[in-house]
């Protein structure tokens, strides 16, 4: 049997990766951004759609605020992505 022993003068630590200070991501939406994403979600023929429909409807017309997954994120952060 093996024994594996710690090195001289070490201890266990503990993690503190939450404690991590996180940079903002470069690509993140800016407030204007966002706001549009709402607005245009907000429309009234948008109104009782989702996301997974809004995002195609908008593109065959030539507009495009942003990913399906982004346009969830923006909605989900003010909570309207509700039944």
Same mark, same amino acid.
């Given at each position: 049997?093996?024994?594996?022993?710690?090195?001289?003068?070490?201890?266990?630590?503990?993690?503190?990766? /939450?404690?991590?200070?996180?940079? &903002?991501?470069?690509?993140?939406?800016?407030?204007? +951004?966002?706001?549009?994403?709402?607005? %245009?979600?907000?429309?009234?023929?948008?109104? /009782?759609?989702?996301?997974?429909? &809004?995002?195609?409807?908008?593109?065959?017309?030539? +507009?495009?605020?942003?990913?399906?997954? %982004?346009?969830?994120?923006?909605?989900?952060?003010?909570?309207?992505?509700?039944?």
């Amino acid at each position: 049997m093996r024994v594996i022993s710690k090195p001289v003068g070490s201890s266990v630590k503990q993690d503190r990766r /939450s404690d991590a200070d996180r940079p &903002i991501p470069f690509r993140r939406l800016g407030d204007e +951004e966002r706001k549009n994403i709402v607005e %245009t979600c907000n429309r009234t023929e948008f109104a /009782s759609l989702p996301p997974s429909h &809004i995002v195609p409807a908008l593109t065959d017309g030539g +507009e495009y605020i942003g990913s399906e997954a %982004t346009v969830y994120r923006a909605l989900k952060g003010i909570g309207q992505l509700n039944h």
